[in-house]
């Protein structure tokens, strides 16, 4: 008999978690991967700290086409970081785009252009202390200019006015779909509106 062992499915940047295609949304926990990389980020990552000397978790993402996608990782825990890179040998030497903070608030990269055919890697990591984090992992294309400054007002028990900012003035209507936070990207169209100043939800 022999003896051996492998890199689980995400642990490492060559063994990364594919993402078939968008929209992509999937939970997980770091606590479930290795510590297979330490120190910063690197360049253009949001962060010069050591957001990834924690567990770290590896996606892969090749587009068909070239657009424009937007990445949300909601973490349970503070310190905690989601960085893309362009390939495996740039991981820890320059992101594309990549966001971190010591709170337990979401980490979105809104606007991220893509190539066709350009594999990028997507990685969810922490600093060594808490060393792990549970979280939602939200990748979606982007075919309009999302709203900016959401805010929320007037709470009751199953109600609350919601208001949003429309850059540029380039949209007249919107789909709102009020749901669960963590729950799967809506499947259907959400309730048409031009209210953007005081939607009831």
Known sequence: PFS????????TCSSAIQVPSLPYNTS????????????APGAG???????????????????TETGIISITMTPTGSYSG???????????????AGVASSTTGVREIP??????????????STWAAPQTTAYNL????????????????N?????????WGNPGN????????????GTPIPSGAGVTTTNNTAYPA
């Not at 990552?45 to 587009?63: H, I």
């Not at 989601?82 to 594309?96: D, W």
């Not at 380039?170 to 749901?179: F, G, K, Y």
Request: charged share 5%; with cysteine.
């Open 138 to 153: 939200v990748i979606q294309k982007v075919n309009c200019t999302p709203p900016t400054a959401l805010t929320a007002s």
């Open 28 to 39: 997980g926990d770091t606590a479930n991967y290795g510590d297979t990389i330490d120190g």
């Open 45 to 63: 990552c949001g962060s010069t700290s050591s957001y990834l000397n924690g567990n770290d978790v590896f996606y892969a993402y090749t587009p």
């Open 111 to 124: 606007l991220l252009s893509v190539t066709a055919g350009q594999t990028y890697i997507i990685v969810i």
């Open 170 to 181: 380039l949209a007249t209507s919107w789909q709102v779909d009020v749901q669960t936070a």
């Open 82 to 96: 989601l960085f893309v890179y362009n390939g495996c040998a740039n991981v820890g030497v320059s992101c594309v």
């Open 155 to 163: 709470f009751g028990q199953t109600s609350a006015t919601l208001a």
């Open 4 to 11: 051996f062992s492998i890199s689980a499915i995400g642990e």
